[in-house]
């Protein structure tokens, strides 16, 4: 799948590339996005001020403002192949975002 990334603490490191797919976990869905928002915080994150990678990454995913569409859904989720929704990412986040 195409990303867009980042190396945490270098400035203006973002690129589009190519990176595995997240392996499926119980309980995931799988939604493919379709609209990214940028937002004060990406800013801070490609200017090298703010972030971190996961553990055993050297590189972020940006991308925490999304629309996606649910492509596969756990039987008994209240989600369906089709529907659209907003991910929540950060949890937990040790630094609240105030917005």
Same mark, same amino acid.
């Given at each position: 799948?195409?990303?867009?990334?980042?190396?945490?603490?270098?400035?203006?490191?973002?690129?589009?590339? %190519?990176?595995?797919?997240? $392996? +499926?976990? =119980?309980?995931? !869905?799988?939604?493919?996005?379709?609209? *990214? #928002? &940028?937002?004060?915080?990406?800013?801070?994150?490609?200017?090298? %001020?703010?972030?971190?990678? $996961? +553990?055993? =990454?050297?590189? !972020?995913?940006?991308?925490?403002?999304? *629309? #996606? &569409?649910?492509?596969?859904?756990?039987?008994?989720?209240?989600?369906?192949?089709?529907?659209?929704?907003?991910?929540?990412?950060?949890?937990?986040?040790?630094?609240?975002?105030?917005?």
């Amino acid at each position: 799948m195409r990303a867009i990334t980042v190396q945490p603490g270098r400035a203006n490191s973002a690129q589009l590339e %190519e990176i595995a797919e997240p $392996p +499926p976990s =119980e309980g995931s !869905l799988r939604v493919r996005a379709r609209a *990214l #928002g &940028v937002c004060g915080t990406d800013r801070e994150i490609v200017s090298g %001020e703010y972030g971190w990678a $996961p +553990p055993g =990454e050297r590189r !972020l995913v940006l991308g925490h403002e999304s *629309l #996606g &569409v649910v492509e596969e859904a756990p039987d008994g989720w209240g989600f369906v192949r089709g529907d659209l929704g907003g991910g929540v990412v950060r949890r937990p986040d040790a630094v609240p975002c105030p917005a």
